[in-house]
């Protein structure tokens, strides 16, 4: 079973609502990853942080807002999103600049955008 | 990021067959190279992975084989079971996966029984 766990599994919301996806590892990694995922398509990745701290953004549109509390939590915030949003989000985590390093994803949170 | 070339985009093997998966990079910076199996609904959970100082690495029923100077690497499964059915992806990264994994564009694999 993972060691990484996101919530909530399932999310609906409205194109004006203000929502979180929340990540939690607790394997003392010190990088965590936001990817996107769309059907039969390969993760994307849009968020990577290091030491609690935004490493990479890979271009990601202002609506979604990334934070990192401390080494065990991220979460991904939402607003004014837009039904092409609509996707599975994975959280990972890994120990950081390590050759070989496991990354090892959440199950993903189910977001639709209506 | 740099891509990584995945074939074939679905696959269909009765069981006992070896399906194998091929994956070819183009960057020579990347330093691992894991695969991840993914079923329904589920996240990708890592399969087995190899650095490029390794040919070949064998975890239970799954083999990666990597050739440095093709800049290839494919992923093996033997005695394969109904269970194996699943999304396979290839990934590639730098420095240990520190910015993140380059994923190639799946493949879907039906064992039949």
């Known amino acids: 079973d993972t060691e990484v766990t996101q919530t909530p599994k399932h999310l609906v919301m409205g194109m004006t609502n203000k929502k979180s996806l929340k990540c939690e590892q607790h394997m003392g990694h010190r990088a965590m990853y936001w990817y996107k995922q769309k059907a039969k398509k390969p993760p994307e990745l849009m968020f990577v942080?290091?030491?609690?701290?935004?490493?990479i953004n890979e271009s990601v549109p202002s609506r979604f807002s990334p934070e990192c509390p401390n080494s065990s939590l991220l979460n991904l915030h939402l607003h004014a999103l837009q039904p092409e949003d609509s996707a599975l989000y994975l959280c990972?985590?890994?120990?950081?600049?390590?050759?070989?390093?496991?990354?090892?994803f959440g199950e993903g949170s189910w977001l639709t955008v209506v | 990021q740099q891509q990584v070339k995945q074939s074939p985009q679905s696959l269909i093997v009765q069981k006992g067959g070896i399906p194998i998966i091929n994956c070819a990079y183009e960057?020579?910076?990347?330093?691992?190279f894991p695969w991840y199996q993914q079923f329904p609904g589920k996240g990708p959970a890592l399969l087995i992975a190899i650095r490029p100082d390794v040919s070949e690495k064998k975890e239970g029923r799954f083999t990666i084989s990597f050739n440095k100077s093709a800049k290839q690497f494919s992923l093996h499964i033997m005695d394969s079971q109904p269970g194996d059915s699943a999304t396979y992806f290839c990934a590639a990264s730098i420095r240990g996966g520190a910015d993140g994994l380059t994923f190639g564009k799946g493949t879907h694999l039906i064992i039949q029984p």
């Open positions: 942080y290091s030491y609690e701290k935004l490493s």
């Open positions: 960057n020579t910076a990347f330093d691992y």
């Open positions: 990972a985590s890994s120990q950081w600049y390590r050759a070989g390093n496991t990354i090892y």
